[in-house]
Each structure stands twice: as C-alpha cells, then as structure tokens.
T-cell receptor
C-alpha cells in the first residue's frame, strides 16, 4: 500500500536527550512536512521540504532539526534545546506545487512524544 | 500572510445537515481550498477540495463564493462517527511554493 509511515508511534525523551522521529513515504511526492499538535490545538508547521537536500523553517522551528537526503525520507530530530517537546507530531507529504489541481496533503499516523 | 478563521466548535444532532464556514481573506489567486477531517490521535485526512463555485463528492459538498474569501463545508445527515475536528487549508506565501498553514479547526460534536 502507498502511504506515509511514521515511527515510532510512542517515544519518550529524557531531559537533555536528542530524539529522532522517522517519516518515510512511498508516494513519490516531492514535498514533505512536519507539524506539531498540542492537546486540543491545531497543527503548527515545524519544517517543510520542497525537494531533496532543501528544507525551510516553519513557524516553530526552534529546537528542531531536519534532513532530506532522500526523496522518501524526512526525519525530524527534537533536540535538547526544545524545552517543551511533549506533543503529537505529524508528518505529511504532497505532490505539489500549490496552485496545481492535485495539491493535497497526505498524513502519517503520528508519533506521540513525551518527556520522562 | 494567509490565515484561515473557523468557528472553534459546533454541536449537531444525528441526521442533521452541518455547515462549517471558513474565512480566508488573503487567499492567493491560484490557490485551492481544501478541507480535512481529524480524529483523536490520528493524522488529518482529505475530505474535499475546490477552487470556486460548488464541489460535491460522496461525503461532502464545498461551496465557494465568487470572491473566494470564504468557503463552506456541508456535511449531509451527520452521524456520531462524524464527530471530529475539521480544518480548512489554504497555502501560505507565494503560489508555487509548498507551504501550508493550518488554522485552529472546528470541533464538531454530533449528539444522538
């Protein structure tokens, strides 16, 4: 089945530790995204990537880092600089670009990150 | 900066039609309007998309006026399983880029 796979489903971080969330897609989409969702809140954009080896900051990039070495993969690292990392993290992809009739976001099932 | 505004929450009863309106005053000329549904602890899923006038699919209708500064998602005869958060989404920044910003969404609760 084509889709987006996020792993792990649940992740726990110790204070001062960096953790990496995995996102893989087999939809052959150019663009990939990371959103953060706090309880009862909407989705906030962390980073997005329009093409391999290129990415841009979203609205809340501080304390996070990403890489886009392959079209299929867009891992997110939550660094120790992110002081309040507990949230639900969602990865998405789109065939893009905006303004095209086929623009849609496809989401993974999310990773719940909690701090120990 | 593109921004969407929706009602925070709505209640409805089973079998009723629900209309959720979203305002997007700064929508770019070439941007489409897309609606998503999200259940707790899941990723949002696509419901419907349109550019102007009316679009209908098997689950919903989307009404977009000529000025495109708002849109209305219509859910016919809702059931308990339609209880979810609904987001409208437009692009942010210049068309041709890939940036999308979500609003706060509308929390729909369907009552028996």
């Amino acid at each position: 089945d084509g889709g987006i796979t996020q792993s792990p489903k649940y992740l726990f971080r110790k204070e001062g530790q960096n953790v990496t969330l995995s996102c893989e897609q087999n939809l052959n989409h150019d663009a990939m995204y990371w959103y953060r969702q706090d309880p009862g809140q909407g989705l906030r954009l962390i980073y997005y990537s329009q093409i391999v080896n290129d990415f841009q900051k979203g609205d809340i990039a501080e304390g996070y880092s990403v890489s886009r070495e392959k079209k299929e993969s867009f891992p997110l690292t939550v660094t120790s600089a992110q002081k309040n990392p507990t949230a639900f993290y969602l990865c998405a992809s789109s065939i893009g670009p905006r303004g095209a009739t086929n623009e849609k976001l496809f989401f993974g099932s999310g990773t719940q990150l909690s701090v120990l | 900066l593109a921004k969407t505004t929706q009602p925070i929450s709505m209640d409805s009863y089973e079998g009723q039609e629900v209309n959720i309106t979203c305002s997007h005053n700064n929508i770019a000329t070439n941007d489409y309007i897309t609606w998503y549904q999200q259940f707790p602890s899941q990723g949002p899923r696509f419901i419907i998309q349109g550019y102007k006038t009316k679009v209908t699919n098997e689950v919903a209708s989307l009404f977009i006026p000529a000025d495109r500064k708002s849109s209305t998602l219509s859910l016919p005869r809702v059931s308990l399983s339609d209880t979810a958060v609904y987001y409208c989404l437009v692009g942010d920044g210049p068309t041709g880029t890939y940036k999308y910003i979500f609003g706060t969404g509308t929390r729909l609760k369907v009552l028996a």
